[in-house]
């Protein structure tokens, strides 16, 4: 299945800062269509953390910034902490597919 | 508060068809731009989206999946239905139902659906 590539894992000590990319194509984030990312922490649902690219659902700290640039888009998360451990994923709609398509997840160590 | 729930069998059979209900309140699927999704995970794997339906009936469905998928709702009851049939062991996952206008906004909690004869 055609989707959007991340990084399998990222790591970060307390308090640093990591970046997690998710690459699409002319399809999906190039041809414009915005990108959402999503936290899922060890046994639970995903929830929303970033919608259209860079924007933050009520409740979401600051350390957590999107931005999307061609057919790429990125997470950034400053301040590390323990609590941020889990799995990140980016998504966006495809019009060759018709429909909606998830990255394939990027599992955030903090160290 | 917005909350949405996935109820259905946990174990289906081979070749059966299983049927997940979505029960929802906070919003109205009647209310434009809306609409419900249905995403599932294969343990230790990534999301995968299956369907969506919209307000307006609109619905879209996975390519992949397609032909075994079939999503409707009831606004009245404040249900989403997906039926997929012709389970298989690689369907084995959870399945979440999400509100959707253009990201998913909330989750439901999930529900954890093995095939196996």
């Known amino acids: 299945q055609s989707g959007l590539t991340q990084p399998p894992s990222v790591s970060g000590a307390p308090g640093q800062r990591v970046t997690i990319y998710c690459t699409g194509s002319?399809?999906?984030?190039?041809?414009?269509?915005?990108v959402h990312w999503y936290q899922q922490l060890p046994g639970t649902a995903p929830k929303l953390l970033i919608y259209?690219?860079?924007n933050r659902p009520s409740g979401v700290p600051d350390r957590f910034s999107g931005s999307k640039s061609g057919a790429s888009a990125s997470l950034a998360i400053t301040g590390l902490q323990a609590e941020d451990e889990g799995d990140y994923y980016c998504?966006?709609?495809?019009?060759?597919?018709?429909?909606?398509?998830f990255g394939g997840g990027t599992k955030l160590t903090v160290l | 508060q917005i909350t949405l729930k996935e109820s259905g069998p946990t174990l289906v059979k081979p070749t059966q068809t299983l049927t997940l209900t979505c029960s929802f309140s906070?919003?109205?699927?009647?209310?434009?731009?809306?609409?419900v999704g249905w995403i599932r995970q294969a343990p230790g794997k990534a999301l995968e989206w299956l369907a969506l339906?919209?307000?307006?009936?609109?619905?879209r469905y996975s390519p992949f999946l397609k032909s075994r998928l079939t999503i409707t709702k009831d606004a009245s009851k404040n249900e989403v239905v997906l039926r997929m049939t012709n389970m298989d062991p690689v369907d084995t996952a959870t399945y979440y139902c999400?509100?959707?206008?253009?990201?998913?906004?909330?989750w439901g909690q999930g529900t954890m659906v093995t095939v196996s004869s």
């Open positions: 999400a509100l959707t206008d253009e990201a998913f906004d909330v």
């Open positions: 906070g919003f109205s699927l009647t209310t434009r731009g809306l609409g």
């Open positions: 339906i919209y307000w307006d009936d609109d619905k």
């Open positions: 002319s399809s999906n984030i190039g041809t414009g269509y915005d």
């Open positions: 259209d690219n860079s």
């Open positions: 998504q966006a709609y495809d019009i060759g597919l018709s429909g909606v398509i």
